[in-house]
């Protein structure tokens, strides 16, 4: 075996093994990722559901016009506004046909389905439960 044959296999067995060191790397990377988007999908539906809530009972005769709801309406709608500004990192998991498809539904029917929403009584598990959290590393 001559000494460039010999550097040859060495560059080739180093190449190989970084090779599998990346592969390995990037994917769990993106399994981290993954979770991470989910959740913070979640946490957006959370907030969205809580806002919804918040506004049912603000037009409840009892605490029509109260100050401190006000407050926590516009509180929320301030989160929800800033979660929005991180679409791109937990839409990612959506495909992207359906998230077109989606845009279209939502924007014919956004105040239908609100008043719907407002109409129909907000259950507790809705609001307060997210489902189970686990990693898939």
Known sequence: MTVLSLWLSVALLLSLVTGGFMWWYIRKLLAKFLFISQNLEDLVEMVENYHKHLKHVNNMETYNGDETIGYLLRHTQDLIDMLEEYRDVY????????????????????ETKEEEALSQPVSEENVFYAGTRRSNS
Do not use: K
């Open 91 to 110: 839409g990612i998991t959506e495909p992207l046909d359906i998230v077109e498809e989606n845009n279209e539904d939502e924007n014919a029917d956004a």
